[in-house]
């Protein structure tokens, strides 16, 4: 267990909607990352967050959102869904002035 | 997104043979990281890497940093069934705020 956790684990969703996956770091961790991980593509780095301000972007689409609470928690808005964006959504964090970044266990997002 | 080149893409192997794996990029990193990952699990680190040259050991595997610093390599001695999973090298270049760029990964099934 790394310490994060993600909700839901699994969702099923139509085309053209919307979903948000939750993600709280380790306790104290203030940075977040998110991850989307595709058979065809691998692990793609989407966005982090700091504290609860933005960081650092990645290939995170327009159609995708994230945010960080002051309560350090984290959500990933993922609206208009196409079949593509099916994946393995993953959130990670790091501890302040540390080296090693913990994955949660993910949520595996199907669009149908 | 930007990738590294990680080979190969799946190993099967007899219990107890050694493994190599690597991953070579066009761009430099200051940081080279090696994680696996299991069904159900987000990645895991294994090794970290920070200097050109750096050999590091955990137990059974060995990885090391490549001289030009665009190149890295994990071992495994060895190997048990425990050691199946899918193997992910990713290289952080410097003030990247950890946006790491990852490899594919080595998927690994070690025959008992």
């Known amino acids: 267990d790394s310490g994060v956790t993600q909700t839901p684990k699994h969702l099923i969703t139509a085309t053209g909607q919307r979903v948000t996956l939750r993600c709280s770091p380790r306790?104290?961790?203030?940075?977040v990352y998110w991850y989307q991980q595709s058979l065809d593509q691998g692990l793609q780095f989407l966005i982090q967050?700091?504290?609860?301000?933005?960081?650092a972007k990645g290939n995170i689409l327009e159609r995708f959102s994230a945010q960080q609470f002051p309560d350090l928690h984290s959500e990933l808005n993922l609206s208009s869904l196409e079949l593509g964006d099916s994946a393995l959504y993953f959130c990670?964090?790091?501890?302040?002035?540390?080296?090693?970044?913990?994955f949660g266990e993910g949520s595996w997002l199907t669009v149908v | 997104g930007q990738q590294l080149n990680q080979s190969p893409q799946s190993m099967f192997i007899q219990e107890g043979e050694d493994v190599s794996m690597n991953c070579t990029s066009s761009?430099?990193?200051?940081?080279w990281l090696w994680y696996k990952q299991e069904p159900g699990e987000g990645p895991v680190l294994l090794i970290a890497?920070?200097?050109a040259g750096e050999l590091t050991s955990n137990g059974r595997l060995t990885a090391q940093f490549g001289i030009t610093r665009k190149d890295s390599f994990l071992n495994i001695s060895a190997s048990i069934p425990s050691d199946v999973g899918i193997y992910f090298c990713?290289?952080?270049?410097?003030?990247?705020?950890?946006?790491?760029?990852w490899g594919l990964g080595t998927s690994l099934a070690v025959n008992p």
């Open positions: 990670a964090s790091t501890e302040v002035g540390g080296n090693t970044i913990y």
């Open positions: 306790s104290g961790d203030l940075s």
């Open positions: 967050y700091y504290n609860g301000e933005e960081r």
């Open positions: 761009s430099i990193f200051n940081t």
């Open positions: 890497l920070y200097k």
């Open positions: 990713a290289g952080e270049a410097a003030g990247n705020n950890r946006k790491l760029i």
